[in-house]
């Protein structure tokens, strides 16, 4: 007896397209980081349906969800996960998939229980080819295209990370001024807590000391937020 024709709608029908990434200089391979499809399988049906995903070459694909239930009129997204291969353009791929499906039983409990006991001729599937592509000649030079012309051009790669670099360690810079001006700030409510309100002339000099002290830091403060502006600037350019 012919199996019945498949409920679900599958998008694409026929094909899973991997494209490969553009690689590095010292890793020019398209297929080594993993590379993903998406398959969506929509339910048309009144009916919920169970399917699972199966393919001929389980070791290089991790498949989520691979097994599920799609509710009447709901869309489910499998993602295919293409794991990272040595890609041999003139090697065909052999690689296919299918999607196996059929009606869940209204009393359904228990997915695997349903699947075990499915007859033959309850059974429907589609199947799916696997095609690898090398990666656009466009997709070479995004990650150059990412930085403005400008900079790229007047800056080279040693400028680029020395000004990064500074700005990094005037920002740390800027984090211990701040640390410190909060130190005094502590230590100051300290020690007015311990002056005693009859020494007026004594407290007079603490709060000049501090004040001269914070007025330095603040200058350093804005001397330094100056600098990391210019270096921005000039990144900016």
Known sequence: ?????????????????????????????????????????????DRSVCFKVKTTAPRRYCVRPNSGVIDSGSSINVSVMLQPFDYDPNEKSKHKFMVQSLLAPYDMADMEGVWKEAKPEELMDSKLRCTFEMPLENDKTTEHSALPKSTSSSLDDGEVKKIMEECKR???????LREENKQIREDDGLRRRKVISGSAAHSTTITATRDEGLSTRVLALCVLLFVIGVLIGKLAM
């Open 170 to 176: 005037l920002q740390m810079e800027v984090q211990r």
């Open 1 to 45: 007896m012919a199996r019945p024709e498949q409920v679900l709608v599958l998008e694409p029908q026929h094909e899973l397209r991997f494209r490969g990434e553009a690689g590095a200089k010292a890793d020019p391979g398209p297929f080594t980081d993993v590379v993903t499809a998406t398959l969506k399988l929509t339910n048309p049906t």
